[in-house]
């Protein structure tokens, strides 16, 4: 009986690297899901509530056309089968009928900063949702954590994550940026400003001043706009537009081809800062440049996917019962390899 895999999706991000990955686990039978959610979270979904993230809303939509698009076996909610081993993008939520389970979260890019929702988060022991990404790998629920870098294996570290458990891998759709100037993208040597979905997410932007900032870097040369997926793009238009009247706006389309033909790219709290740093671009972010140049994916021609396909292969070899004596505190995977 071939084993089987569960891969939960959620951004399309998200999504295409889980394809990746399953495309180099050979031996296993591949199921796919967007993500879901269970009891209050699935309530407030269901409302409507949760429409910015990566459980409804475009995101859910954008995942479902992927994988119906790519002909892949949907399990929505993993219920069909007892699987083998499960990928995560985001241990934010870990649902309840994977914590039995071989468990691999693969990071999905950069992490936010520790601000005052992690503070709160920390001190009043708050679910991890509250400080988004900037709590990724603090759930301890995973038996292995692939990502993107040794500089990001140190951060998550000082966060408090077990060393033991931090496998560096690399992360699929950061880790060739290069190809991304094979393109047929008609212009060259523009600014580039990728937004991002900062408000929708329940925090702070002051869009305006961002925009103001962009306007003084861009200093009258061609500017375009790379919208996040996950914007309120009226919105996001409206305010463009009375900085930059002649701004070309893109709400879709391939942004590393976007980027690999920039000269200048201006993020806010994107991963997309990392290809414009893997080209040797001029880059601006909302984070401190020369941080991110240590945390930067490492650029291994692409085969960060293989590599977690191998740790998966490695990781169900191991008797779950050897691997998990008790769940509450799971053997350290890494030290076996």
């Known amino acids: 009986m071939s084993k089987k895999a569960l891969f939960i999706c959620g951004s399309l991000n998200q999504t295409t690297m889980m394809h990746k990955i399953a495309s180099q686990m050979v031996n296993f039978d591949h199921y796919f899901t967007p993500f879901y959610l269970e009891k209050g979270y699935e ?13 409804g809303g475009r995101h859910r939509k954008a995942t479902l056309k992927y994988l119906r698009s790519n002909n892949l076996l949907i399990d929505n909610g993993g219920k069909k089968y007892d699987y083998d081993i499960v990928l995560t993008g985001t241990d934010l939520i870990v649902q309840s009928n994977i ?28 679910p991890r949702v ?27 570290i000082k966060k408090g994550v077990r060393p033991e458990k931090i496998v560096v891998t690399g992360i699929p759709n950061f880790d060739n940026v290069k190809e991304s100037l094979n393109n047929n993208f008609p212009f060259h040597d523009y600014v580039l400003v990728a937004t991002s979905s900062i408000r929708e997410t329940g925090k702070f932007d002051d869009r305006i001043h961002f925009l103001e900032k962009a306007r003084e870097i861009a200093a009258g040369r061609q500017t375009f706009f790379k919208l996040h997926p996950n914007e309120e793009f009226s919105r996001a238009e409206r305010e463009i537009k009375s900085i930059f009247p002649e701004a070309v706006i893109f709400k879709d389309g391939n942004t590393n081809h976007l980027i690999g033909n920039c000269s200048v790219l201006i993020t806010q709290v994107s991963s997309v800062v990392y290809n414009g740093i893997a080209l040797g671009k001029e880059v601006y972010s909302y984070f401190n440049i020369d941080e991110l140049r240590k945390l930067a994916p490492i ?30 505190k799971p053997k350290l995977i890494p030290e076996r390899f």
Do not use: W
Request: with cysteine; glycine share 6%.
């Open 299 to 328: 650029q291994n021609n692409g085969s960060s996917a293989a590599a977690i396909a191998q740790y998966c292969e490695k990781l169900v070899s191991i008797p779950l019962a050897e691997l998990r004596p008790t769940l509450a």
């Open 99 to 126: 914590r039995n389970k071989r468990l691999v979260l693969v990071q999905e890019g950069i992490t936010e900063p520790e601000d005052l929702s992690y503070t709160l988060m920390k001190i009043l022991k708050l």
């Open 43 to 55: 309530l407030l979904r269901r409302l409507g509530l949760l429409k910015h993230t990566i459980a």
């Open 130 to 156: 509250v400080a988004n990404t900037a709590a990724t790998g603090l759930s301890d629920a995973y038996d292995l954590f692939c990502v993107a870098s040794h500089g990001y294996k140190e951060h998550f």
